[in-house]
């Protein structure tokens, strides 16, 4: 069954750098989305993104973040300027190939530790 | 979206049918109901999704109620590895912006 992949595993980062989380979707899939879960808390909607552009975002996706899809395979998260609050496990999901009621599915995540 | 309520836990034993509630009374004519779960610290996996009729699929069934006002989630035979935390969201399909808003969802424990 196909599945969304996501690298690396596990990311150490020293605050006030810069790190990309990496995502391959499902391959026919055309919706792309962020989400993260800081330990012990709720999943929270980061942005969603279609046709090149950012179709949504929530208030914690600033301006030290953004996402690119920079071939047909890839689709990443660039966090400018690290802070120690962005440590969490960050989720990729796909839906598609059309948007009606697609579930999305769902990588196993990055972990990002700031120290 | 419509807000959904559902127990903070469970307990069922394993091989019996765990029966997850969820209550979405302000619920429209154009949302849908999904289920997901989220093990351990694994991403959340999907489930099953409807919007009017039961579902059925190789992992669980979904029973809505025909005012549409809450949902069971049947898992027919649990086994440890159901253990998880099990989200149900309501959500309006739209061109755009379908993200999922996740609640604290269900705690569920399967028993030996």
């Known amino acids: 069954e196909p599945e969304v992949t996501q690298t690396p595993s596990h990311q150490v980062t020293q605050m006030g750098q810069e790190v990309i989380l990496r995502c391959v979707p499902i391959?026919?899939?055309?919706?792309f989305y962020w989400y993260r879960q800081i330990l012990g808390q709720k999943v929270e909607f980061l942005v969603s993104?279609?046709?090149?552009?950012?179709?949504?975002k929530s208030e914690i996706f600033d301006d030290q973040f953004s996402v690119e899809r920079p071939d047909g395979s890839n689709f990443t998260l660039k966090i400018r300027s690290t802070k120690l609050e962005d440590s969490a496990m960050y989720f990729c999901?796909?839906?598609?190939?059309?948007?009606?009621?697609?579930?999305?599915?769902f990588g196993d995540g990055t972990r990002l530790s700031i120290l | 979206d419509a807000k959904t309520t559902q127990p903070t836990s469970m307990d069922c034993a394993e091989g019996r049918a765990a029966n997850l509630p969820c209550n979405h009374s302000?619920?429209?004519?154009?949302?849908?109901v999904y289920w997901y779960r989220q093990i351990h610290s694994q991403g959340p996996q999907y489930i099953i999704h409807?919007?009017?009729n039961n579902e059925t699929n190789e992992m669980a069934s979904l029973i809505i109620t025909e005012d549409r006002k809450s949902s069971t989630l049947i898992l027919p035979h649990a086994t440890l590895r159901d253990t998880a935390v099990y989200y149900c969201?309501?959500?309006?399909?739209?061109?755009?912006?379908?993200?999922?808003?996740f609640g604290a969802g269900t705690i569920l424990r399967v028993k030996s």
């Open positions: 999901a796909s839906s598609g190939p059309t948007v009606s009621n697609q579930p999305q599915h």
């Open positions: 391959s026919n899939h055309l919706y």
């Open positions: 993104f279609y046709n090149n552009e950012i179709s949504e």
């Open positions: 302000t619920i429209s004519g154009n949302e849908y």
């Open positions: 409807g919007l009017k």
């Open positions: 969201i309501v959500r309006v399909s739209r061109e755009y912006g379908n993200k999922l808003v």
